[in-house]
């Protein structure tokens, strides 16, 4: 960003917000919270009876688009629709993302694959229109959902964390790219959220956990002050931050002292989750 230049942070005048894995958990609440705040909302999931049920709680704000992110030509005639219908999309909070705790029980390349078409592909697949949207417009701002997850790596979270990763490098490299063209892009990092991915999680204590109401204010809250990162909480985003400095030997001893400790006595694989 050039000295000087004006940081472009969106408002309900502006046009729409797009939110995407709004069916539950971080997108449901950050769709409501978006509305509290003056927005019209265009929300996207897979389960259109949820997304409907969602829009009843405002219909003259939130709109439903149901729509599967790996779909990338759906995905993109999405998008067009909602500009076409509502006007142009302001505000987009990629949000879809899945965790499958059967990656836990061992290696296994088609749920590595699954996770990353999701995460990553999901991403890319609403990301395209979206950004070619805004560059046409030379205005808009773009808020990708990755974790703190995305900062180390974990026993367990592979191919959770590293589509995490992948999506920070990505919204660095957009800030990097296009951030002199009227656009604004952020990256979310966040810890424990209670969400149906979270309570299915039996193996480890999630410390800090926060409702996702509370989590739909800090969001909203970062997506009016424009600045690139939105992490919290901040005790647990210090710590990764600081873990990523340590010398390999001792990061790796200090992460495994810390799981051991989190560690609950029983464990359970049995149940995969959607939404973040």
């Not at 797009?18 to 950050?30: E, L, N, Q, Y």
């Not at 006007?87 to 029980?105: K, Y």
């Not at 590293?162 to 892009?185: N, V």
């Not at 992490?231 to 600081?242: E, V």
Request: hydrophobic letters at 45%.
């Amino acid at each position: 960003m050039r000295s000087g230049q004006k940081i472009y942070r969106a408002a309900p005048a502006d046009g729409i917000a797009f939110v995407t894995g709004a069916s539950s958990g971080i997108g449901r609440a950050t769709t409501l919270e978006l509305v509290r705040r003056g927005y019209r909302v265009a929300v996207t999931a897979r389960r259109a009876e949820a997304l409907e049920t969602l829009a009843a709680a405002a219909p003259e704000q939130i709109f439903a688009f149901p729509g599967d992110v790996t779909n990338g030509s759906q995905m993109g005639g999405i998008v067009f629709r909602i500009e076409k219908e509502l006007g142009p999309i302001a505000l987009a909070f990629l949000n879809a993302g899945v965790f499958f705790p059967a990656e836990r029980i061992g290696f296994d390349a088609a749920v590595i694959a699954h996770t990353h078409a999701v995460n990553i592909g999901g991403t890319v697949n609403c990301l395209a229109p979206v950004l070619g949207a805004m560059l046409t417009r030379g205005r808009g701002q773009i808020a990708i959902n990755a974790s703190l997850a995305g900062y180390n790596g974990l026993p367990g979270g592979l191919a959770y964390g590293s589509s995490k990763a992948a999506l920070i490098h990505m919204a660095e490299s957009l800030r990097l790219t296009y951030g002199e063209r009227g656009l604004t892009f952020q990256v979310l990092c966040h810890g424990f959220v209670r969400t149906a991915m979270t309570d299915q999680e039996k193996e480890f204590a999630m410390p800090l956990r926060i409702e996702p109401e509370a989590a739909a204010k800090i969001i909203c809250n970062g997506f009016e002050r424009g600045g690139f990162e939105i992490a919290f909480p901040w005790q647990l985003a210090t710590l990764s931050k600081f873990l990523k400095f340590l010398p390999y030997p001792l990061r790796f001893r200090v992460i495994a002292a810390a799981l051991r400790n989190a560690r609950r006595p029983e464990s359970d694989h049995s149940a995969d989750a959607e939404s973040n």
